[in-house]
């Protein structure tokens, strides 16, 4: 009897822990001091993926006091959410020329982040407070505000959910109708580690990319500890939406030194694809100048 009794108990406790890892996403990714644990539940994988490389195919003037926190196209023009409290807007701009043609400025305390634009309406995020405005794509009048919790850091979609990040490991699956959290998705480099601080977001041919925040460091204090870095600068991370997987880089260091070694936070911040023409654009804080990039292999 005793015998039976330690095989159920052993069973039991196993089915319990497989559970674990995923269920309190709060307690994992509070900050430095739960690193270690999480790394330790994740499988570890020696899998390599591909490192690309760009090419400038054309380079367009950027307004350098827009502190970019999202880029999209759309119908032939750039829609971009730049940040800072008192500085937050929402700019539709004209590709060519780099003039914003439509601005909607938000409240002095709130810090913008990411923007997407889903059935005719525009999402954008806010850093720390907790709110998402939603525009009438065509006229940018405020249609309501949804709330969220935690912190808004990027926002793509992939043409029925939003898809945001929070400068975590982990990328949110929202409902578009309620704000509502429907799954999340944990971000695995190819070592098996989490791929933390996902900042802009951009949906590319059924890839997540994302910028990650300050890549170029190797240690990050951010408003949730320190989180590791991958100390490679001005990287784009390519996720598999479903796995989680990274399954590429991109590689664009030196992309716009004049822009990125000004300030500490001119940092690459703004990915936007024109699925039309099949075409890339890149861009940064305070940059002066916006890039549409080929992406090639890195030789």
């Known amino acids: 009897m005793r015998l039976y009794f330690t095989i159920f108990i052993f069973l039991f406790l196993a089915a319990c822990d497989d559970k674990m890892p995923n269920s309190n996403v709060n307690s994992i990714v509070a900050g430095k001091n739960n690193t270690n644990s999480a790394n330790a539940t994740i499988a570890k994988t020696n899998e390599n993926v591909p490192v690309y490389t760009y090419e400038i195919v054309n380079t367009f003037r950027h307004d350098s006091d827009a502190f970019t926190q999202g880029l999209i196209f759309n119908n032939g023009f750039l829609y971009e959410s730049t940040g800072q409290f008192g500085d937050s807007t929402l700019r539709k701009v004209d590709l060519q020329s780099g003039k914003v043609v439509q601005k909607y400025k938000l409240k002095d305390d709130v810090f913008a982040e990411g923007m997407t634009v889903l059935n005719g309406s525009i999402y954008q995020i806010s850093w720390r407070n907790g709110v998402a405005f939603i525009y009438d794509l065509s006229n940018f009048k405020l249609l309501k505000e949804l709330k969220y919790t935690g912190e808004g850091w990027g926002i793509t979609t992939d043409g029925t959910n939003l898809l945001m990040s929070d400068g975590t490991y982990f990328i949110k699956v929202i409902d578009p109708e309620t704000f509502k959290t429907v799954r999340t998705i944990p971000v695995l480099q190819e070592n098996g580690k989490p791929l933390y601080l ?102």
């Open 198 to 299: 996902l900042n802009e977001l951009e949906y590319v041919k059924g890839e997540i990319w994302a910028n990650i925040w300050h890549s170029e460091e190797k240690q990050t204090d951010t408003t949730q500890g320190q989180l590791p870095n991958i100390g490679k600068p001005n990287y784009i991370a390519r996720i598999n939406p479903e796995s989680g997987r990274v399954v590429g880089w991109i590689d664009l260091a030196n992309i716009s030194p004049e822009d990125s070694e000004d300030e500490s936070e001119n940092t690459l911040n703004g990915i936007a694809y024109d699925a039309g023409g099949d075409r890339i654009f890149v861009t940064g804080k305070n940059w002066k100048k916006l890039f549409e990039i080929k992406i090639k292999p890195k030789g």
